[in-house]
């Protein structure tokens, strides 16, 4: 099979590694900018915090993720996988009710460590309700995700740094810029609305923003959140955010996203500290919160793999080796996660 792949996001690189291990003759091509998987904090988080419930699939996604991800670091000889213990300070007695009443139960034990009178007084200022450990928890460092993943396709040539120029796509044939593929899969992100194909898709484009900030008081022996994240990185220095505006695509910084992050970082901390970086991607989501995955309904040698939105890094291996058994195999994807959901939208 000759596959081509449009993308090399955490989508696009996932994909690229799965049907490489299926023995395929892969292409990527990608044009180094959509910078939302670059800028992304990475964090593979269990729990949603709203109403302590378990994020979508999480027994299935957390453990092949690992699995995956430590393969590519034995590939590309590098390491960007980083266990984490992230501490909730509860926003309310509401939060903690909710933790209380889940963290024995069975399907939630895995991923919540009970409560200890420590978690509840723990020594933070900011500790006004209680606090929480998510078991199971993980960052993947992003920058170093991308960067080690293209430099290892780059040097073996199968990465095409340009733009993806649909007016030379025979989409009936699979054939672009005169080489006939078996397949074409499309991982656009954000892109996709641009995307003449998969335009009919209901892709939101969602911005976000994140800081990098140095502290040499900050509590760092943990990822702390409320309101926001804060990562530790190492050497004192830390990743905040995110911020969310949607129908948005630039990846311009401004100043409103950073005086919402420094906002909210108040109600995890009011050590001094001072901002590295400021940076802004745009991530792909979907109303339902849910990928899109599928072959397109009129031309078969087109595939989609978008939609992963804010919790890119944890979705990505599994949904990406779903979706090459689904193309190469035929085996079946999830209702909740096929394009075919919205195939009504095609011809409005």
């Not at 078991?135 to 993947?140: E, G, N, T």
């Not at 991982?187 to 194909?197: I, R, V």
């Not at 630039?250 to 100043?255: G, K, L, Q």
């Not at 779903?322 to 409005?348: C, P, Q, T, W, Y």
Request: hydrophobic share 35%; aromatic share 10%.
């Amino acid at each position: 099979m000759k596959i081509l792949v449009v993308g090399s996001g955490v989508a696009g690189i996932c994909l690229a590694h799965e049907l490489l291990q299926a023995d395929c003759e892969v292409q990527l091509i990608d044009n180094g900018k959509n910078v939302s998987s670059a800028v992304a904090a990475g964090i593979i988080n269990p729990i949603v915090f709203r109403r302590m419930t378990l994020s979508w699939r999480v027994s299935e996604f957390i453990p092949f993720a690992y699995k995956k991800y430590r393969e590519m670091e034995l590939k590309t000889g590098t390491s960007f996988l980083h266990p984490l213990v992230i501490r909730r300070l509860f926003a309310s007695e509401q939060e903690l009710g909710f933790w209380k009443k889940k963290q024995d139960l069975p399907e939630y034990s895995d991923y919540m460590e009970t409560l200890t009178e420590e978690d509840l007084n723990f020594p933070l200022e900011q500790n006004t309700f209680g606090t929480a450990r998510v078991k199971q928890a993980s960052y993947v460092d992003a920058k170093g995700f991308i960067q080690a993943n293209r430099e290892y396709f780059r040097s073996k040539g199968l990465l095409s740094e340009e733009n993806f120029n649909h007016d030379e796509l025979d989409p009936e044939n699979g054939i672009y810029k005169g080489t006939k593929y078996d397949y074409i899969i499309f991982a656009e992100g954000k892109d996709s609305n641009y995307n003449p194909l998969f335009g009919y898709l209901p892709i939101q484009q969602t911005k976000g923003e994140v800081l990098t900030i140095q502290s040499e008081t900050m509590y760092s022996a943990e990822s702390l959140n409320r309101k926001c994240f804060l990562l530790p990185l190492g050497n004192n220095t830390f990743k905040v955010g995110s911020t969310y505006v949607w129908d948005t695509d630039n990846t311009i910084p401004t100043e409103e996203g950073f005086q919402t992050i420094t906002e909210n970082l108040k109600s995890i901390s009011k050590e001094p500290y001072e901002v590295l970086e400021h940076h802004a991607g745009v991530r792909p989501t979907v109303l339902d919160r849910r990928p899109l995955l599928g072959i397109h309904p009129k031309y078969p040698k087109l595939v989609i793999a978008n939609g992963l939105g804010a919790k890119g890094y944890m979705l990505a291996p599994l949904l990406m080796n779903e979706l090459v058994r689904h193309v190469l195999h035929g085996e079946e994807i999830a209702k909740d996660s096929h394009i075919n959901r919205f195939e009504h939208l095609m011809d409005s």
